[in-house]
């Protein structure tokens, strides 16, 4: 007697495919990411009432992922994420990431309001690194120690500047800023 595996809840059944939307895999941003493209689908997906007058910039992704924008310092912009990255946020992560890159100034990443990074995230995060380093744009990343551990264990923190918290990252930036000229 043989089992059949349950059905992938991420796929569409046939009667659902022909009307449902066919869904994009995390990654399909990771590519645009790595090429620079914004995507402009995930752009399109917050209303102009999610977005603020002033100098700061909120985005909910799934009433799970917070990102909040602001100036830190100088033209360092202060990107805050808050919540978890997981599989069902880890496409509007890269969408906000894509919207980082495309703007080419200097920012600081805060992931210190989260809790868990999916591998799906990591794999975004090291392709911002190396996307930021083509493009020659400054920035660093603030996290808890459970992020920094990953980073290590994956070799990953070789290319990704990454710190404990808000203050050193944003000292990091400015150091090199002041280094550049």
Not at 4 to 22: C, G, L, Q, V, Y
Not at 95 to 121: C, E, M, N, Q, Y
Not at 132 to 151: D, K, N
Request: include cysteine; proline fraction near 7%; charged fraction near 15%.
């Amino acid at each position: 007697m043989t089992t059949t595996p349950p059905p992938d809840p991420t796929e569409p059944t046939n009667a659902d495919s022909a009307n449902a939307p066919r869904r994009t895999a995390p990654f399909a941003k990771l590519s645009r990411l790595r090429c620079g493209a914004l995507s402009t689908a995930a752009s399109s997906q917050t209303p102009p009432s999610a977005r603020t007058t002033d100098n700061a910039q909120t985005r909910t992704a799934a009433a799970a992922l917070t990102f909040t924008e602001a100036t830190a310092i100088h033209t360092i912009s202060r990107y805050c994420v808050a919540g978890t990255i997981d599989a069902t946020t880890c496409e509007a992560f890269g969408a906000h990431l894509d919207d980082i890159v495309t703007a080419r100034r200097p920012f600081l990443l805060d992931l210190t309001a989260v809790p868990f990074v999916s591998v799906g995230g990591l794999t975004l995060i090291e392709a911002l690194a190396h996307t930021t380093a083509q493009r020659e744009i400054r920035w660093a990343l603030a996290a808890e120690y459970s992020l920094h551990r990953f980073l290590t264990l994956l070799n990953m923190d070789t290319h990704v500047p990454s710190f404990d918290n808000a203050d050193t990252a944003l000292t990091h930036i400015t150091n090199m800023n002041e280094s550049k000229h």
